[in-house]
């Protein structure tokens, strides 16, 4: 199973900030992927990432969301203006195809 | 785009018992279902797989079933322990897509 950590674990901010969210994968993997499950409901595909580039985004991630890999090893998702209904806990996983291992997840409060 | 369905919601059995958690999807070209358990709190863990190329795999004391006809495939949990106590979601993927369309979960308790 791939480790990976996520930073921060909790992040609060108010509404209409930008947040950016890290995910550092232990070992190399092809596919990354973004997930988001709001309190008590279901894990919500955000956007998957193959060989540096963004290969699939679900509706969710529209606009206000991106996402990067600055350094070749780390990957962030940005939210650039938060809003209430974004508050989740937000999932990294990285994977070989669809088998995924998620991250330890960075909760995410808008005030 | 696919649907994955998850029932029952929530599911008290007696420790010592078995548990059976049901998922069906709509797409037929799905070919990968895993699940998930989550403790409160915590990160969705896999705990087993199925590819559509087989139609049950086993592991200690789960097992999952897969029915492509039916579209549908099934958790089995036995001789079921307070530790066994969690949330279930199942998922499925396919080959051109590989995200994970998840159902809304079962929650699970067993009573000592």
């Known amino acids: 199973e791939p480790e990976v950590t996520q930073t921060p674990s909790h992040q609060v901010t108010q509404m209409g900030q930008e947040v950016i969210l890290r995910c550092v994968p232990i070992s190399n993997h092809l596919y990354f992927y973004w997930y988001r499950q709001i309190l008590g409901q279901k894990v919500e595909f955000l956007v998957s990432?193959?060989?540096?580039?963004?290969?699939?985004k679900s509706e969710i991630f529209d606009d206000q969301f991106s996402v990067e890999r600055p350094d070749g090893s780390n990957f962030t998702l940005k939210i650039r203006s938060t809003k209430l209904e974004d508050s989740a806990m937000y999932f990294c996983?990285?994977?070989?195809?669809?088998?995924?291992?998620f991250g330890p997840g960075t909760r995410l409060t808008v005030l | 785009g696919e649907n994955v369905e998850q029932h029952p919601s929530t599911l008290s059995v007696q420790e010592g018992d078995s548990a059976v958690i049901k998922c069906t999807y709509s797409?037929?070209?799905?070919?990968?279902f895993p699940w998930y358990k989550q403790e409160l709190g915590k990160r969705p863990q896999l705990i087993i797989d199925?590819?559509?190329?087989?139609g049950e795999k086993k592991d200690q004391r789960i097992a999952v079933t897969l029915n492509k006809t039916a579209k549908h495939f099934s958790l089995h949990i036995t001789e079921t322990q307070p530790e066994d106590s969690a949330v279930y979601f199942c998922?499925?993927?396919?080959?051109?897509?590989?995200?994970?369309?998840f159902g809304s979960g079962t929650r699970l308790l067993v009573r000592p």
């Open positions: 797409d037929s070209a799905s070919n990968y």
């Open positions: 996983a990285p994977g070989e195809y669809n088998e995924q291992f």
């Open positions: 199925i590819r559509s190329n087989v």
């Open positions: 990432f193959y060989n540096n580039e963004i290969s699939e």
């Open positions: 998922a499925a993927s396919m080959d051109s897509s590989y995200k994970l369309i």
